[in-house]
């Protein structure tokens, strides 16, 4: 029970945002052989005998499912393996009800309790949560996946003569080929309501111990075999007491938790600090010298060894051994404080009340702002070599680098553009090209031989993003600088850079809705890096790189005064006539606030909304009457009258109108259903105000959708 809460804690912390699935999975490995006897003897008297044998049959694994297996290998002596799966679903993932229904379920359960009490040799647990991406959102489809088959036969494995196996398997990623492979098996074998493409896995291994091989060589042979970006975790009776895992590819994580006595991994750094600070980090982006080997790493954690470094053993895809040193093991940056949710009615609206103390950290000490004696202001930057290694400051100053790229997905993305207006802004007339793209058609599309003299910087909130990570590293194997702007420490992305700006302090875990509070410290952190580069290439004077400074730093207060608003807000959306389609729009840098307020009001009210420029929207589709947000703050007076005018138009096609607006600019009160006062400030401060007004209006709006 101490492993299996363990486990869910960690699924706690892993679920930052609702999932559809999740599974748990935990194996004894039985000290004594009458033990299983007497526990039959037990759940008859009890009268749970029958529940058993149900529960016990053989089948692809469903909640409740109970797996035992009795085997006999290579002379020893026979060892019984009682595994347990539970399992739950939704349609719509909701925080925290995954791990609720798991420890309910396994709390109702009156079978698990007769085993836990007994002595082991070996207990292994697996715990697994996912967004489907391929197969629909099923108990069957949920991991872990098993290798059984219709019309199942006993298979021989020459390795194993005398057993049988089960082999259970969770995966991260996506299995390209799966289609391919699935074609090689006979229709009849795979129930068809078993659709992930993780049911390949587990046949692909018993395809090599049918061949054989034992179970490390049919593993790696079977993950060789699989195409695309993947992180696997495998256990099987075969070999009780191991865990099997691989990492292939950019776009997962696999943190590996050493201690003395026991081994925990987990995808993400923060699944495993609760118990384990010391760790390796598995790489599956690198191979042997041999630039022909398959990338990827293949480690086994074996609970009969010594413990420690020495009980993990690892090779690469092709076989060639990894020798563990003393330097692979590394401490973790963050605790358990760093990700605790507190005491919020809905994680979103924590993370909007935390955002200005984020910008704030984002601010700290990363600059001093001197004047002496009358002189001319001086700004004196303090990015260090992490942030901005020698080699990229060198290539900006000669002209070596002719492109900044920036780049992004989501929300990160919409940051991206606010960071790339800047850097257009600031290093106006330094012939550096500035581009901004999602992250997916960089790789895709923009990709040169020679990146050489470029500057890529990626946004992203986690740190492991796929297509971002996978951006990231093409353009590094083309020559390509990287600084990475990121909320986590330790995360994917910082070993892929030269340089990192962390958001906040990069402990600001967000929950719930990602990139909330690291929107707006994304934007406040590519700012300052953009004032360091204006500065470094004597594109502007420091008196106006300290304007824009100070300008950054009155954002803390200005969103606080925000969040006061938060009632004014709430009562908005409710004078709001109801409306089926819902838009957001904003002219220039007001753009992007449109842009991300689509992205949270799509995730929280599970709406299709569209996002536009004001002065467009009038060309569209007025004629399906919408509800429409309208970021007008922070506009120039020219801009602000020809949008009091689209909103006037808006509402003659019976659109509902809801406009977000300086204080003190009247112009909108006669025409609009509500209109949100925000303070006035510089660019680039109202698209974040901007914003927070979207989120802020976005999260009332879903209160008020869900108590329908």
Request: proline fraction near 3%; charge should be neutral.
């Amino acid at each position: 029970y101490r492993q299996i809460n363990l486990l869910l804690n960690a699924v706690d912390r892993l679920e930052v945002r609702g999932r559809d699935s999740a599974g748990l999975q935990i194996v004894f490995t039985l000290e004594k052989e009458k033990d299983m006897e007497n526990i039959l003897l037990k759940l008859k008297e009890k009268g749970l005998y029958e529940d058993y044998l149900t529960r016990a049959e053989e089948k692809d694994l469903v909640n409740g499912a109970i797996l035992i297996a009795a085997n006999v290998n290579a002379g020893a002596a026979k060892k019984t393996t009682v595994t347990f799966t539970y399992k739950t679903f939704s349609i719509v993932g909701e925080l925290g009800r995954n791990v609720g229904d798991l420890r309910q379920i396994i709390k109702k359960d009156k079978i698990i309790p007769c085993f836990a009490a007994l002595e082991t040799l070996y207990e292994t647990a697996l715990t697994h949560t996912r967004w489907a991406s391929v197969g629909s959102i099923t108990e069957e489809n949920c991991h872990p996946v098993n290798n059984y088959k219709l019309e199942q036969k006993n298979p021989h494995f020459p390795f194993y003569p005398k057993s049988a196996a089960h082999i259970n398997v969770v995966l991260n990623g996506d299995i390209d080929n799966y289609q391919a492979l699935r074609a090689e098996l006979p229709a009849e074998m795979i129930s068809p309501e078993l659709t992930t493409d993780t049911k390949i896995i587990p046949l692909q291994i018993e395809k090599y111990l049918k061949a054989g091989q034992n179970l490390s060589e049919s593993f790696r042979l079977a993950v060789n075999d699989f195409e695309g970006s993947h992180a696997i975790a495998m256990t099987s009776d075969l070999e009780p007491g191991k865990m099997f895992l691989a990492l292939k590819g950019s776009g997962q994580s696999i943190y590996i938790g050493i201690s003395s006595d026991q081994y925990m991994f987990s995808s993400e750094l923060y699944g495993i600090v609760e118990v384990m600070p010391h760790f390796i980090k598995m790489n599956g982006e690198t191979a042997t010298n041999d630039a022909s080997r398959a990338a990827g790493q293949i480690f086994v954690l074996d609970q009969s060894s010594s413990g420690g470094r020495e009980g993990a053993s690892g090779c690469y895809y092709d076989g060639t051994k990894i020798s563990l040193k003393d330097i692979d093991l590394q401490k973790a940056e963050i605790t358990t404080r760093d990700i605790d949710r507190g005491d919020y009615p809905h994680f979103f609206l924590k993370e909007i009340s935390e955002s200005a103390i984020s910008v704030k950290r984002t601010l700290r000490g990363k600059y001093r702002l001197a004047v002496k004696n009358n002189s001319l202001p001086q700004v004196i930057f303090n990015l260090g070599e992490d942030i901005v290694p020698a080699a990229i400051r060198l290539r900006l100053q000669n002209g070596a680098i002719k492109n900044i790229i920036v780049i992004g997905h989501g929300t990160a993305a919409v940051a991206g553009a606010a960071v790339a207006d800047a850097l257009e802004r600031y290093l106006k007339n330094r012939n550096i090209n500035i581009m901004c793209k999602v992250a997916s058609e960089l790789s895709g599309f923009f990709l040169k031989d020679d990146l050489s003299g470029s500057l890529v910087i990626p946004i992203t909130q986690s740190g492991t993003t796929t297509d971002t990570n996978r951006a990231v590293a093409m353009a590094a194997e083309r020559g390509a600088f990287i600084i990475s702007i990121v909320n986590r420490r330790q995360s994917d992305i910082t070993s892929k850079s030269h340089g990192v700006f962390y958001t906040s302090d990069g402990r600001d875990i967000e929950m719930s809705v990602a990139s909330t509070k690291a929107f707006y410290s994304q934007i406040i952190a590519g700012h300052i890096l953009a004032l360091f580069f204006a500065q470094l290439l004597a594109a502007r004077r420091d008196d106006y790189i300290m304007a824009e400074l100070l300008n950054l730093e009155s954002s803390p207060q200005l969103m606080e005064r925000v969040f006061a608003k938060r009632d004014q807000i709430a009562t908005s959306v409710k004078e709001a006539p109801a409306k089926k389609f819902w838009a957001i729009v904003g002219s220039g840098p007001n753009k992007a606030a449109a842009d991300e307020i689509r992205i949270k009001l799509s995730e929280l009210c599970y709406k299709t909304i569209s996002s536009d420029v004001v002065e467009n929207k009038k060309h569209i589709d007025l004629s399906a009457e919408p509800l429409i947000l309208v970021c007008a703050a922070g506009n120039p007076r020219a801009v602000a009258e020809d949008i009091a005018k689209d909103v006037a138009i808006f509402k003659a096609h019976k659109a509902a109108v809801i406009v977000f607006a300086d204080e003190g600019d009247d112009r909108f009160d006669n025409i609009a259903d509500a209109v949100i006062s925000l303070p006035v400030a510089p660019m680039p401060l109202p698209v974040i105000l901007n914003t927070m007004a979207g989120h802020l209006w976005g999260y009332y709006a879903a209160c008020g959708i869900n108590k329908e």
